[in-house]
């Protein structure tokens, strides 16, 4: 009983403050709320049983990932975000980024709609042996999953050295 | 039911323990201060000027609160809560005594620890990466450029930092072989030879400089001197806080002082045995546990009225250049000793 209500604390905040995320001009507000949300998340891990998961959640998502985005956010000092369209018009009727936006977002709910009749509307279990120790996952990461653990990895590896190209200027003599 | 009382009254303890821990460390900064430069320091009110932190608080309370007008109110007021949650926050997981009934008092013993989690080193490590964000915020919402500038300093510092920290923390994982703390200050007890106590520090080479990273990487993760730049007062005024006044002010002082008690009994608990030493019994492990905490925040003042502060692209440097690479390097030792030796 008790933990069926944190359940729908955490899922609450979980969803209003994703959606309060795109519902910000500060784009400030928009990344804390996004944490708000990662902390939401951690939450449900925990009453799922995996603590570590939860943990690295924090650690990865919340502690390391947004700092980024707000030290980006902070450096630009986008207060508030420009509003190009002509303010009269509501801005579906108008070509530009948000008519493709929302043609996108159609497309993915009609998506996700599609899967879950797919799926049949299985829910909660976890495929085979639970995964929520430490061990386990670090097991299963270095034999299941390695393949793609180790692909990921080359992947962000390719992104960083991009990222140092273009950032880098060309020095002559 | 006594155990639940007990429980929260130990939460309770904990929690003003810490809150007394910031007022010792405000007058013992004071007075070590003095006593490094050759002056007095505090000592009129109260015997030798014990009564001080008292003064300084009724100061502080008394103070207008001011708030640049065009500050974000909201986030000018939140960030100091968030600072001063996350320093009372992790200390949640940190055990500071062995297992006890009060003298039979209790049915069931008591672990001197507010709670028990299997992933606590995890915990404090979360919770530290947490911790950028209050002072983030205030340098944003102050709206000013000395704050922004302390902001955006803390925030690189604390992430360059944050990487050999939690290295660190991976090599006394792999010592301990567990992530709870309990466990790896259960596993520091007795000693090698009869007489070195079987701390991880003394668990050469790795455990030593695990403990050295643990601790520059601590200092500069709780921004003190000489990694105090994000408040560096000559260039940057008073960096992130120098908007802030009266209790919001003495909230980031206070969570500045919290946190360098919990990185101290942290570095007690994983690297210094934690409640353990010679002549005294289990039961009063804690006077053990107090004084090796004692000692590392006398060395944090010692350290702040010694070094001069470095250079900002000389912290960064330092950060990623040498801390970095010495940590992964010694993480791969230590892992390579455990495999080795089969401990």
Sequence with gaps: ?173 | MTLLVAQIVLTLFVFFMLLNSAAVMVYVERKVAAFLQQRLGPYRVGWQGVLQPLADIVKLLFKEELRPRAADAFLFALAPVISATCAFAAFAVVPFGAETTLGGWLPEPLRLQVSDVNVAILVVFAIASMSVYGIVLAGWSSNSKYSLLGGLRSSAQMISYELSYGLALASVLLLGQSMSLTDIVNLQSGTWFGFIPRWNVFFLPCGLIAFLIYMTAGIAETNRAPFDFPEAEQELVAGYHTEYSSMSFAMFFLAEYVNMVTVSAVATDLFLGGWHGPFLPESFGWIWFLVKVGAILFFYVWMRWTLPRYRYDQLMRFGWKVLLPVAVVNLLATAAGVLYFGL
Excluded: C
């Design chain 1, 1 to 173: 009983m008790g933990s069926d209500l944190t359940f729908y604390l955490f899922a609450a905040i979980a969803i209003a403050a994703s959606l309060l995320v795109i519902a910000q001009r500060n784009p400030i507000y928009s990344v804390l709320l996004l944490i708000a949300s990662f902390g939401a998340l951690s939450g449900l891990y925990v009453l799922l049983d995996a603590p570590f998961v939860a943990v690295i959640q924090i650690i990865v998502y919340a502690g390391a990932i947004m700092v980024l985005f707000l030290f980006v956010v902070m450096l630009l000092n986008a207060s508030h975000e420009e509003t190009e369209y002509d303010e009269r018009v509501h801005p579906l009727l108008q070509a530009g980024p948000m008519r493709f936006g929302a043609f996108l977002a159609a497309a993915l709910m009609i998506e996700l709609v599609w899967a879950l009749m797919k799926g049949g509307g299985e829910s909660g279990a976890f495929p085979g042996k639970a995964v929520s120790g430490v061990k386990e996952i670090g097991q299963l990461l270095f034999t299941d999953y390695a393949f793609p653990f180790e692909v990921t990895s080359i992947l962000i590896l390719v992104a960083m050295v991009g990222a140092v190209v273009l950032a880098r200027r060309e020095t002559h003599q």
